[in-house]
């Protein structure tokens, strides 16, 4: 990195005005996090064609790719945050070797997951929620997915490391390309070949490769850290920042694919229907939520640089920000989705009444509160770019594990259905009263 490049960015992260800021970073954020959301959301489209046990299938595989990204995520936040600070306090040594050590880690983790997944494919499958019909179709598509895990955790751990330097651009050049190129497979691979939910999967493994391959040259551009083997550091003082960053990404991803699994297994004993119904919600979800996520990730950059620079006041001023627009979007989205529920669950499978009955209701329920998860995730990414693990990581750990988890069992055994369906925005509605003495705790330990 060239010292007046990185002058530069430096001016530009502690003095251009933090919503002007937040914005010119969010918005290539924004854009990655909502084309992957489609892409996922491609293979739920074009898979539903294929009948409800092909649908359900896919997702039954959505924990198993939860964990997967949990991985990048955890390698990518815990050393992106570390490299963002490092970088604000004018560090470049060891940014470069936290920035190799991510890298490396990420891509041999991701290898482990490949060899041991195949090894116990079915019974991967099984503990995940198939049922016998649905178990054909999570095996095709899990074997190839597997394949790609590799450079699936470390896609996103570049992504995050170009992210945390302030380069979110070359971060959406790489991801944005991948999640295109996706969806122009999945009809080609599903149809045109005659591959069905194993072709969807096949399309996701080269689309995640060619975007594995942009977020790397991403990294040689002008600015960035470059990542170099030899600059390859596994100390314990590394992957001690790499735990502090990383772990509440790890936990809420891991939980997430927790609570996932659980659904699938409690909702299977109501049919392949209810697998469907709610794989889809979670999909709907998670692409409104994608872009709250990108917001957030447009922040922490801004708030890495800052809170390394001892410019508290930014940081501050950045977190309201973020959480006003947060909360401001998502009502709108809760609007749209609450009214055009039974024609969004429609879009996937038009012709399956108990899939759309069951998915309609748990959509809206879902909506209901989410407006309160744009302040949990700005608090969550503020914590843990500071390095704050301890709220980070109980923060993460609320909403899935502490609330969700123990929700579900309870009400599933008194409710039914309909308890799988309440638990979710219960848990967001307890997530939400934890967070709030956490961040009261945090604002005033930073002094202006």
């Known amino acids: 990195m060239q ?8 001016d530009m992260m502690t003095t251009v005005p933090v919503n002007k800021l937040v914005l010119r970073l969010a918005v290539p954020s924004i854009m990655i996090m909502l084309i992957s959301a489609l892409y996922n959301m491609a293979d739920t489209f074009f898979v539903g064609s294929l009948g409800t046990s092909a649908t359900a299938g896919v997702g039954v595989a959505f924990p198993l790719m939860a964990i997967i990204q949990g991985v990048g995520f955890f390698f990518g936040h815990g050393s992106g945050n570390y490299v963002s600070r490092q970088l604000g306090a004018l560090k470049f040594d060891n940014a470069s070797k936290m920035a190799a050590t991510g890298f490396i880690s990420s891509l041999a983790l991701g290898a482990a997951i490949t060899c041991l997944g195949l090894a116990y494919l079915d019974e991967i499958a099984i503990f995940l929620g198939a049922t016998p019909t649905i178990l054909p179709h999570a095996n095709d598509y899990l074997f190839y997915v597997l ?8 896609s996103l751990m570049l992504n995050n490391l170009l ?3 302030g380069s979110a651009f070359y971060g959406m050049i790489g991801m944005t390309s991948g999640a295109i190129l996706n969806i122009i497979l999945d009809p080609i ?7 069905g939910v194993g072709g969807a999967a096949i399309a996701t493994m080269i689309s995640q490769f060619v975007g594995f391959c942009l977020l790397l040259a991403g990294c040689r551009k002008e600015g960035n850290i470059r990542v170099r083997p030899r600059d390859f550091t596994p100390s314990f003082a590394l992957y001690k920042e790499i735990l ?15 609570a996932a699994i659980c659904v699938n297994r409690l909702a299977g004993n109501y049919g392949d229907a209810a697998i469907a119904a709610m794989s889809i919600v979670t999909r709907i979800v ?4 994608s872009a709250i996520l990108g917001l ?40 749209v989705a609450w009214i055009y529920a039974p024609d ?84 967001d509605i307890a997530t939400f009263a934890l967070s709030i003495p956490l961040n009261i705790h945090i604002m005033r330990s930073m002094k202006s």
């Open 296 to 335: 957030g990730q447009g922040f922490q950059p801004v708030c890495g640089f800052n809170y390394g620079a001892k410019l508290y006041g930014r940081v501050k001023s950045a977190f309201w920000f973020c959480v006003k627009s947060a909360v401001a979007g998502l009502l709108v989205t809760t609007t």
């Open 147 to 154: 394949l790609a895990a590799p450079w699936m955790t470390t």
């Open 344 to 427: 969004i669950i429609g879009i996937f499978r038009g012709d399956d009444a108990d899939v759309i009955r069951i998915g309609t209701l748990a959509l809206r329920l879902q909506f209901a509160t989410s407006p309160l998860m744009g302040w949990v995730v700005m608090n969550n990414m503020m914590f843990q770019t500071m390095g704050k693990s301890i709220s980070a990581s109980t923060l993460a750990l609320a909403r899935q594990g502490l609330f969700l988890l123990p929700t579900l069992f309870v009400l599933a055994h008194a409710l039914g259905l309909l308890g799988i369906q309440i638990s979710p925005p219960i848990a």
């Open 163 to 165: 992210r945390f330097q």
């Open 3 to 10: 010292n007046n490049e990185f002058d530069e960015k430096y």
């Open 286 to 289: 998670m692409f409104t939520n």
């Open 244 to 258: 502090r960053g990383g772990v509440p990404s790890l936990l809420r991803q891991s939980l997430s694919s927790v």
């Open 189 to 195: 691979f599903i149809y045109l070949l005659h591959m």
